[in-house]
Protein backbone atom coordinates (compact mmCIF):
# COMPACT_ATOMS: atom_id res chain seq x y z
CA UNK A 1 0.00 0.00 0.00
CA UNK A 2 1.33 3.24 -1.17
CA UNK A 3 1.92 6.34 1.34
CA UNK A 4 -0.77 7.95 -0.81
CA UNK A 5 -3.37 5.56 0.10
CA UNK A 6 -2.32 5.78 3.84
CA UNK A 7 -1.98 9.09 3.92
CA UNK A 8 -5.54 9.22 2.48
CA UNK A 9 -7.18 6.33 5.24
CA UNK A 10 -4.95 8.48 8.01
CA UNK A 11 -7.39 11.73 6.96
CA UNK A 12 -10.25 9.58 7.34
CA UNK A 13 -9.64 8.29 10.27
CA UNK A 14 -8.46 11.64 11.98
CA UNK A 15 -11.77 13.31 10.46
CA UNK A 16 -14.21 10.41 12.01
CA UNK A 17 -12.78 11.11 15.62
CA UNK A 18 -14.90 11.24 18.20
CA UNK A 19 -14.51 13.42 21.41
CA UNK A 20 -14.96 11.08 24.41
CA UNK A 21 -15.03 12.63 27.81
CA UNK A 22 -12.10 11.03 29.88
CA UNK A 23 -13.95 11.49 32.96
CA UNK A 24 -15.88 8.49 31.34
CA UNK A 25 -13.24 6.35 31.45
CA UNK A 26 -11.94 7.22 35.03
CA UNK A 27 -15.23 7.33 37.17
CA UNK A 28 -17.62 4.35 35.37
CA UNK A 29 -16.86 1.98 38.01
CA UNK A 30 -17.79 4.53 40.66
CA UNK A 31 -21.16 5.34 38.67
CA UNK A 32 -22.05 2.03 38.75
CA UNK A 33 -21.59 1.10 35.04
CA UNK A 34 -19.30 -1.87 33.90
CA UNK A 35 -17.16 -2.18 30.33
CA UNK A 36 -19.93 -3.47 28.29
CA UNK A 37 -22.24 -0.62 29.36
CA UNK A 38 -19.45 1.85 28.65
CA UNK A 39 -19.05 0.25 24.84
CA UNK A 40 -22.40 0.85 24.21
CA UNK A 41 -22.34 4.44 25.27
CA UNK A 42 -19.72 4.87 23.08
CA UNK A 43 -21.56 3.17 19.99
CA UNK A 44 -23.95 5.23 20.70
CA UNK A 45 -21.64 8.29 20.44
CA UNK A 46 -20.46 7.41 17.33
CA UNK A 47 -23.62 6.50 15.78
CA UNK A 48 -24.69 10.26 16.56
CA UNK A 49 -21.76 11.80 14.91
CA UNK A 50 -22.90 9.62 11.89
CA UNK A 51 -25.86 11.32 12.29
CA UNK A 52 -28.15 8.13 13.41
CA UNK A 53 -29.03 9.05 17.32
CA UNK A 54 -31.19 5.92 17.46
CA UNK A 55 -29.55 2.93 16.45
CA UNK A 56 -31.20 -0.33 17.01
CA UNK A 57 -30.18 -3.36 19.17
CA UNK A 58 -29.59 -5.26 15.61
CA UNK A 59 -27.47 -2.54 14.40
CA UNK A 60 -25.98 -2.26 17.78
CA UNK A 61 -25.25 -5.86 17.92
CA UNK A 62 -23.45 -6.22 14.42
CA UNK A 63 -20.77 -3.85 15.95
CA UNK A 64 -20.48 -5.55 19.27
CA UNK A 65 -19.51 -8.72 20.49
CA UNK A 66 -23.20 -8.66 22.69
CA UNK A 67 -26.40 -10.11 21.65
CA UNK A 68 -29.09 -8.28 20.24
CA UNK A 69 -31.36 -9.13 23.26
CA UNK A 70 -28.70 -8.02 25.65
CA UNK A 71 -28.62 -4.91 24.04
CA UNK A 72 -31.96 -4.11 24.15
CA UNK A 73 -32.05 -5.04 28.05
CA UNK A 74 -28.48 -2.93 28.64
CA UNK A 75 -30.37 -0.19 27.27
CA UNK A 76 -33.50 -0.15 29.15
CA UNK A 77 -31.42 -0.36 32.54
CA UNK A 78 -29.22 2.30 31.04
CA UNK A 79 -32.29 4.84 30.59
CA UNK A 80 -34.07 3.45 33.98
CA UNK A 81 -30.69 4.09 35.84
CA UNK A 82 -30.80 7.73 34.53
CA UNK A 83 -27.75 7.44 32.50
CA UNK A 84 -29.45 7.70 29.08
CA UNK A 85 -32.70 9.42 27.75
CA UNK A 86 -35.06 9.27 24.96
CA UNK A 87 -35.25 12.94 23.19
CA UNK A 88 -37.69 13.63 21.04
CA UNK A 89 -38.42 16.84 18.69
CA UNK A 90 -40.05 17.96 15.29
CA UNK A 91 -38.44 19.25 12.58
CA UNK A 92 -40.72 20.35 9.22
CA UNK A 93 -43.76 18.60 10.85
CA UNK A 94 -41.63 15.45 11.34
CA UNK A 95 -41.27 13.55 14.95
CA UNK A 96 -37.30 12.61 15.24
CA UNK A 97 -36.49 10.26 18.54
CA UNK A 98 -32.99 9.65 19.42
CA UNK A 99 -30.71 8.86 22.61
CA UNK A 100 -29.40 11.86 24.51
CA UNK A 101 -26.13 11.01 26.63
CA UNK A 102 -26.92 14.64 28.50
CA UNK A 103 -27.88 12.67 31.77
CA UNK A 104 -24.74 10.70 31.71
CA UNK A 105 -22.79 13.81 31.77
CA UNK A 106 -24.74 15.49 34.96
CA UNK A 107 -23.66 12.10 36.78
CA UNK A 108 -20.50 12.43 35.58
CA UNK A 109 -20.61 16.38 36.82
CA UNK A 110 -22.07 15.56 39.93
CA UNK A 111 -18.95 12.79 40.62
CA UNK A 112 -16.87 15.36 39.77
CA UNK A 113 -18.02 18.13 41.84
CA UNK A 114 -17.92 15.92 44.87
CA UNK A 115 -14.59 15.04 44.60
CA UNK A 116 -13.53 18.72 44.65
CA UNK A 117 -16.34 20.10 47.58
CA UNK A 118 -14.99 20.89 51.02
CA UNK A 119 -15.21 18.04 53.34
CA UNK A 120 -18.18 19.02 55.83
CA UNK A 121 -17.97 19.84 59.07
CA UNK A 122 -18.59 16.91 60.59
CA UNK A 123 -16.02 14.83 58.30
CA UNK A 124 -13.32 17.65 59.47
CA UNK A 125 -13.71 17.13 63.15
CA UNK A 126 -13.87 13.70 63.06
CA UNK A 127 -10.82 13.71 61.29
CA UNK A 128 -8.59 16.01 63.70
CA UNK A 129 -10.65 13.64 66.87
CA UNK A 130 -9.38 10.80 64.78
CA UNK A 131 -12.86 9.22 65.57
CA UNK A 132 -16.50 9.03 64.83
CA UNK A 133 -18.80 11.60 66.46
CA UNK A 134 -21.17 10.16 68.60
CA UNK A 135 -24.82 11.49 69.02
CA UNK A 136 -24.54 13.75 71.69
CA UNK A 137 -21.51 15.38 70.13
CA UNK A 138 -23.35 16.01 67.12
CA UNK A 139 -26.24 17.23 69.33
CA UNK A 140 -24.02 19.14 71.05
CA UNK A 141 -22.74 20.74 67.32
CA UNK A 142 -25.95 21.40 66.39
CA UNK A 143 -26.41 23.65 69.57
CA UNK A 144 -23.65 25.47 68.77
CA UNK A 145 -24.39 26.24 65.14
CA UNK A 146 -28.08 27.42 66.84
CA UNK A 147 -26.24 29.81 68.89
CA UNK A 148 -24.80 31.01 65.93
CA UNK A 149 -21.13 30.05 65.88
CA UNK A 150 -19.72 29.76 62.61
CA UNK A 151 -17.48 26.44 61.32
CA UNK A 152 -14.59 28.21 61.15
CA UNK A 153 -14.68 29.07 64.98
CA UNK A 154 -15.41 25.65 65.53
CA UNK A 155 -12.67 24.09 63.90
CA UNK A 156 -10.23 26.91 65.45
CA UNK A 157 -11.57 25.51 69.20
CA UNK A 158 -11.29 21.91 68.42
CA UNK A 159 -7.45 22.72 66.39
CA UNK A 160 -6.47 23.97 70.24
CA UNK A 161 -8.24 21.24 71.96
CA UNK A 162 -7.03 18.63 70.43
CA UNK A 163 -3.11 20.29 70.61
CA UNK A 164 -3.93 20.04 74.31
CA UNK A 165 -4.75 16.71 74.97
CA UNK A 166 -8.39 17.03 74.52
CA UNK A 167 -10.25 14.12 72.92
CA UNK A 168 -13.91 14.94 73.39
CA UNK A 169 -15.70 17.34 71.96
CA UNK A 170 -17.90 18.25 74.93
CA UNK A 171 -14.89 19.92 76.28
CA UNK A 172 -13.96 21.47 73.28
CA UNK A 173 -16.27 24.27 74.51
CA UNK A 174 -14.30 26.23 76.94
CA UNK A 175 -11.82 26.97 73.83
CA UNK A 176 -14.30 29.01 72.21
CA UNK A 177 -13.49 32.49 72.41
CA UNK A 178 -16.76 33.91 71.30
CA UNK A 179 -19.84 34.44 73.43
CA UNK A 180 -22.95 32.69 72.50
CA UNK A 181 -25.18 34.85 69.87
CA UNK A 182 -27.68 35.83 72.80
CA UNK A 183 -24.36 37.30 74.24
CA UNK A 184 -23.45 39.05 70.94
CA UNK A 185 -26.78 40.36 70.85
CA UNK A 186 -26.40 42.00 73.92
CA UNK A 187 -23.01 43.48 73.24
CA UNK A 188 -21.59 41.81 76.29
CA UNK A 189 -17.53 41.41 75.41
CA UNK A 190 -15.95 37.52 74.83
CA UNK A 191 -14.28 37.74 78.71
CA UNK A 192 -17.47 39.05 80.35
CA UNK A 193 -19.80 36.15 78.11
CA UNK A 194 -17.51 33.39 79.97
CA UNK A 195 -17.11 34.96 83.56
CA UNK A 196 -19.08 33.26 86.07
CA UNK A 197 -21.53 35.56 87.63
CA UNK A 198 -20.98 36.65 90.58
CA UNK A 199 -23.82 37.49 92.91
CA UNK A 200 -23.35 40.23 95.98
CA UNK A 201 -24.70 38.90 98.80
CA UNK A 202 -26.13 41.38 101.21
CA UNK A 203 -24.27 41.50 105.06
CA UNK A 204 -25.93 40.30 107.71
CA UNK A 205 -25.58 41.82 111.36
CA UNK A 206 -26.28 39.77 114.08
CA UNK A 207 -27.16 41.14 117.10
CA UNK A 208 -25.75 38.75 120.17
CA UNK A 209 -28.84 38.57 122.38
CA UNK A 210 -27.29 36.50 125.17
CA UNK A 211 -25.21 39.39 125.60
CA UNK A 212 -26.61 42.48 127.23
CA UNK A 213 -24.62 45.10 125.83
CA UNK A 214 -26.06 46.76 122.97
CA UNK A 215 -23.53 48.18 121.72
CA UNK A 216 -22.13 44.02 120.84
CA UNK A 217 -22.95 42.59 117.87
CA UNK A 218 -21.02 40.62 115.31
CA UNK A 219 -21.10 41.35 111.49
CA UNK A 220 -20.79 38.83 108.78
Known amino acids: MDEEVLSLLARVLEEGAVSVPVALFRHYAKLG ?33 MAERTIAERLRSLVDRGFLAIERHEEEGALFEGYSLHPLYLRLATSLAGEVRPASLVDRLETLLGRPLSVTEI ?66 VQYNWLEADDDDEEEF
Not at 43 to 64: I, K, M, N, Q, Y
Not at 147 to 152: F, L, N, P, Y
Open 33 to 65: LDEEDVVLLLHLLVFRHEGDPLPSPRVLASVTT
Open 139 to 204: DLLATWREEGREDAEILRATEEAVAGGVRSLREVDRFLSRPPASARARGIPASDARRPEVREVPRL
